[in-house]
């Protein structure tokens, strides 16, 4: 049962690529900004880690 009080669900932000955008508000697509942002960033370090751990397993193996 929903009190009174409670903020209504918020909509679940589902990206497409190539999806037409005209239809979003200003506030949707600076929010959109901000997940690719945040999204590129998360790649970005994921990516850097995986090179590490490449580059420690090819110096283990040529020895």
């Known amino acids: 049962m929903a009190l009174f009080d409670e903020e209504p669900p918020k909509r679940k ?7 037409d955008l005209s ?8 929010g959109r900004i901000e997940i690719l942002q945040a999204e590129i960033a998360r790649v970005e370090e994921t990516l850097v880690h995986k090179r590490a ?3 420690a397993a090819e110096s283990f193996f040529k020895r």
Request: aromatic share 0%; net charge negative; proline share 0%.
């Open 23 to 30: 239809r979003l508000s200003l506030d949707e697509l600076q």
């Open 13 to 19: 932000t589902e990206l497409v690529i190539g999806e």
């Open 53 to 55: 751990h490449q580059g």
